[in-house]
T-cell receptor, first 115, second 119 residues
């Protein structure tokens, strides 16, 4: 079974608007972590934001925030005030268990920001 | 710090050839891993290592070997290249030995990738 599901293959967003990227996950381990990475057309993987399963508050990093709904097993990424430089592929990933650093990735969502 | 470095950036092989993809990190990380990225499938874990001398298989290990003789280096060997191994390969590292100085979530730092084509 897929551990990470990203149902939106591609999205368009207008510059300066917010966009939400969906991510649902599947695990039975009570200790896990959720990551979002950005991959621009140049190919590198850039870490954006992290949410731990025991974190009480939703994670935020600048214009990125994570809408963590534990009961629904979702960890959606919200990008506020989109910029042209946000055009990229975005990956949701999960590590399971304490002390385990293997990551399971979703298939990714391509975001295109329009001027 | 150079972070995670990978060589080569591009490689073309013929079916049956062998080669080694190099990966090195200078962040004193204990954990290193190799992923492959194929269109529409995200990244999949090939092999990983939790420290020098310790390696284990990931999700798609067949056709690949690894070794970890030092903390810094984690080479990936293709024993007999096949067209199905055409992909982009990423090396990543995490979990610094000096954990008091690092963020708690220990995100993985990725190298720039190697684009491999097997004809």
């Amino acid at each position: 079974a897929q551990k990470i599901t990203q149902t939106q293959p591609g999205m368009f967003v207008q510059e300066k608007e917010a966009v939400t990227l969906d991510c649902t996950y599947d695990t039975s381990d009570p200790s896990y972590g959720l990551f979002w990475y950005k991959q621009p057309s140049s190919g590198e993987m850039i870490f954006l934001i992290y949410q731990g399963s025991y974190d009480q508050q939703n994670a935020t990093e600048g214009r990125y925030s994570l809408n963590f709904q534990k009961a629904r097993k979702s960890a959606n990424l919200v990008i506020s005030a989109s910029q042209l430089g946000d055009s990229a592929m975005y990956f949701c990933a999960m590590r399971e268990g304490y002390g385990d650093y293997k990551l399971s990735f979703g298939a990714g969502t391509t975001v295109t920001v329009r001027a | 710090n150079a972070g995670v470095t990978q060589t080569p950036k591009f490689q073309v092989l013929k079916t049956g050839q062998s080669m080694t993809l190099q990966c090195a990190q200078d962040m004193n990380h204990e954990y290193m891993s190799w992923y492959r990225q194929d269109p529409g499938m995200g990244l999949r874990l090939i092999h990983y290592s939790v420290g020098a001398g310790i390696t284990d298989q990931g999700e798609v290990p067949n056709g690949y070997n690894v070794s970890r003789s030092t903390t810094e280096d984690f080479p990936l060997r293709l024993l007999s290249a096949a067209p199905s191994q055409t992909s982009v390969y990423f090396c990543a590292s995490s979990y610094p030995r000096d954990r008091g100085a690092a963020r708690q979530h220990y995100e993985q730092f990725f190298g720039p990738g190697t684009r491999l084509t097997v004809l």
